[in-house]
């Protein structure tokens, strides 16, 4: 049984949540038994995901973050409250549950290759995950990042920098290789490439598709205010 160890989730796909409390009163329940020990992911996901579970890809960055928004307002607002959204709608949001951490669990932002996403992790002071990107990739990401958390009025750095990488282990270097070839054939998010299975339809997502990243914050911010933006609202 473990003490002290972080026990951190990267991480929970927002866009295929129906019911973002549910999600929020099942984390707050995690962080409780373990004493405060939480770390939330909160990934966008891949277009494979959202279509095998019957939602349209087209919203997926709006409702990652309605349901991120609505998340945090249930683990920090006192209740009741209502919400009232683009994607989700709740007459009554009053959980039962809520983290043992004050005023709520450190939130990571897991990603490949979305300037995006990097800029709004940056934005709300949430430390950004490169999934196992290129050394060149991964230093572009740390740059954006950082760019954008200057702006935000804070300090990026190693702090706020994180890399997931792949590593097996078996008996003979021969059999390392080969037993990981068979795990890197999908090519997908956590390897630093976009297989087709994998990815968001072309025109939903043409700044996810390997395309150079901008070094520019206010570039990725022109790119994601050119969507439809997720507006919601809160009514006591």
Do not use: C
């Amino acid at each position: 049984m473990t003490k002290n160890v972080k026990i951190v989730m990267l991480g929970n796909p927002l866009p295929l949540a129906e019911n973002p409390m549910r999600l929020a009163e099942e984390l707050s329940m995690i962080d409780m038994i373990s004493k405060g020990r939480l770390v939330s992911g909160f990934v966008r996901g891949g277009g494979q995901e959202q279509l095998a579970t019957g939602v349209n890809p087209a919203f997926n960055r709006e409702r990652f973050q309605e349901a991120h928004d609505l998340i945090v307002a249930a683990w920090t607002r006192e209740g009741p409250f209502r919400w009232e959204g683009t994607h989700y709608q709740h007459r009554v949001v009053n959980p039962w549950a809520v983290p043992l951490q004050k005023p709520y669990p450190r939130v990571w932002i897991p990603g490949v290759i979305s300037p995006e996403t990097i800029v709004w992790a940056a934005e709300h002071g949430y430390p950004y995950i490169a999934l196992n990107t290129p050394v060149e990739r991964t230093q572009q990401i740390w740059k954006i990042y950082d760019e954008a958390a200057a702006a935000a009025g804070f300090q990026g750095g190693p702090d706020y920098h994180g890399l997931l990488k792949q590593i097996h282990v078996a008996e003979t270097e021969e059999k390392a290789i080969k037993n990981a070839a068979e795990f890197r054939w999908m090519q997908g998010e956590f390897t630093g490439l976009a297989h087709p299975v994998w990815s968001t339809p072309s025109a939903t997502a043409a700044r996810s598709t390997g395309a150079p990243l901008s070094s520019s914050p206010r570039g990725a911010r022109r790119t994601r205010a050119a969507g439809r933006r997720s507006k919601s609202r809160w009514k006591s």
